[in-house]
């Protein structure tokens, strides 16, 4: 069992930045995929983000890519995701995810383990 605690998240105007954080349980944090998955109401989690030793280097939705950044400090059993120029389209709750079961990652079933979200508002 893995425990992941996100933080960081709040209110801010379009354009500014945030940076998530996600604390995980565990001895062997620097062993685990990690992702950041999205979701507002009435949709489906959407995919966000995601390293880990399944992937050669960071993986990004392309409606983040380049204003996005995830990264990890193993030392903390933290993974973050820094958002820069956010736009109000941002707007959601914020999932981190861990262990990947499959190779399809950007779906919310092949990931097990779940925090329980940070809500992030972008005004315009």
């Known amino acids: 069992q893995v425990q992941l605690v996100e933080s960081g998240g709040g209110l801010v105007q379009a354009g500014a930045s945030l940076r998530l954080s996600c604390a995980a349980s565990?001895?062997?944090?620097?062993?685990?995929?990690m992702g950041w998955f999205r979701q507002v109401p009435g949709k489906e989690r959407e995919f966000v983000a995601a390293l880990g030793r399944s992937f050669g280097s960071p993986n990004y939705a392309d409606s983040v890519k380049g204003r996005f950044t995830i990264s990890r400090d193993n030392a903390k059993n933290t993974v973050y995701l820094q958002m820069d120029s956010l736009k109000p389209g941002d707007t959601a709750v914020y999932y981190c995810a861990t262990h990947l079961e499959n190779s399809d990652y950007r779906s919310t079933n092949a990931w097990v383990y779940w925090g329980q979200g940070t809500q992030v508002t972008v005004s315009s």
């Open positions: 565990g001895r062997t944090f620097s062993f685990y995929d």
